[in-house]
């Protein structure tokens, strides 16, 4: 269990942690993976194709539920696009189109097909269109209230996902994708990456449809960064909160589309890092990412 404590412009100052639990054995596998790019490179590839394939279901829920409010071709085209990027995310990841420039090619394609996501993201803007354009994304600092929103539910996500690493006793500072940084906990963005749409970007747009956050929530910085006031952070983690205890509360589940079982939607990140941790440890073939249906 992590808390972690913000100060006033939501940036991470401490967290603090009960036991934490660690296999030595595990976490040497991990860094033996770490250090062979062949093997890095297989689980990059197998979360890297969690994280398109879910853009791809955000995008589509939205067809689906709302086609008369959107431009829908626009969305159906970018669709299409992220779809035939599997194939080159699987492209990218093999030995002989990569070689050369390690693993820059797979991001590379990853980063594209990210890039084509964002092009329609106004799109799954449904309410409040004007108070919060999207023109794309940026961050450090976020320059607008979609990106601001964008930025510290990443940040909390990766929170819970590196608790999830922690509970099963792996490392969430040495990733595949991520490489190393000071400080940055790579591995918890790596498995993260697959959650983003769905977790991350889903909530976000929730709180702007729904009108719970609005412009009067904003500030901006001398330095143009647009952050969320005081009422607005309250608002944002009572929500996220909310959120997660009304699924609980309901007992909400979902079948898991790799194990076939149902298990609680907070328990997705665990239930990802445990099987993470099965395949580093040999008992799984390939790391089966998390394919939302």
């Known amino acids: 269990m992590e808390a972690w404590i913000e100060i006033?412009?939501?940036?991470?100052?401490?967290?603090?942690?009960?036991?934490?639990?660690?296999?030595?054995?595990?976490?040497?596998?991990?860094?033996?993976?770490?250090?062979?790019?062949?093997?890095?490179?297989?689980?990059?590839?197998?979360?890297?194709?969690?994280?398109?394939?879910?853009?791809?279901?955000?995008?589509?829920?939205?067809?689906?539920?709302?086609?008369?409010?959107?431009?829908?071709?626009?969305?159906?085209?970018?669709?299409?696009?992220?779809?035939?990027?599997?194939?080159?995310?699987?492209v990218a990841s093999h030995a002989e189109a990569w070689i050369e420039t390690d693993m820059d090619k797979l991001r590379g394609v990853e980063g594209k097909l990210a890039e084509q996501y964002f092009s329609v993201f106004d799109e799954l803007i449904l309410n409040q269109k004007d108070e919060f354009k999207f023109e794309g994304r940026n961050r450090r600092p976020p320059l607008d209230k979609v990106n601001a929103l964008l930025s510290l539910a990443y940040t909390v996500l990766a929170g819970e996902c590196s608790n999830a690493l922690n509970s099963v006793g792996l490392d969430p500072y040495v990733g595949f994708i991520h490489r190393d940084r000071p400080a940055r906990r790579s591995l918890a963005l790596d498995l993260m990456e697959e959650f983003r749409a769905i977790l991350a970007d889903r909530f976000v747009l929730t709180l702007i449809n729904t009108k719970a956050i609005k412009k009067e929530h904003f500030q901006t910085q001398k330095d143009n960064a647009v952050l969320l006031t005081e009422q607005g952070r309250k608002i944002f983690?009572?929500?996220?909160?909310?959120?997660?205890?009304?699924?609980?509360?309901?007992?909400?589940?979902?079948?898991?589309?790799?194990?076939?079982?149902?298990?609680?939607?907070?328990?997705?990140?665990?239930?990802q890092a445990l099987l993470l941790t099965r395949t580093i440890r040999g008992d799984l073939e390939e790391y089966p990412p998390f394919f939302w249906k």
């Open 237 to 271: 983690f009572n929500a996220w909160q909310k959120h997660k205890k009304e699924k609980k509360k309901r007992k909400e589940k979902i079948i898991h589309p790799y194990l076939k079982e149902k298990i609680e939607w907070g328990l997705v990140p665990y239930v």
């Open 8 to 90: 006033p412009n939501g940036k991470f100052l401490a967290r603090t942690v009960g036991k934490e639990y660690g296999n030595v054995l595990l976490r040497k596998e991990q860094y033996r993976i770490y250090d062979n790019l062949d093997k890095s490179n297989l689980y990059a590839r197998n979360m890297i194709l969690g994280k398109v394939y879910n853009c791809r279901w955000s995008i589509e829920r939205t067809l689906r539920d709302h086609e008369y409010r959107i431009d829908a071709e626009r969305l159906k085209k970018i669709s299409l696009v992220l779809k035939e990027g599997y194939e080159r995310i699987y």
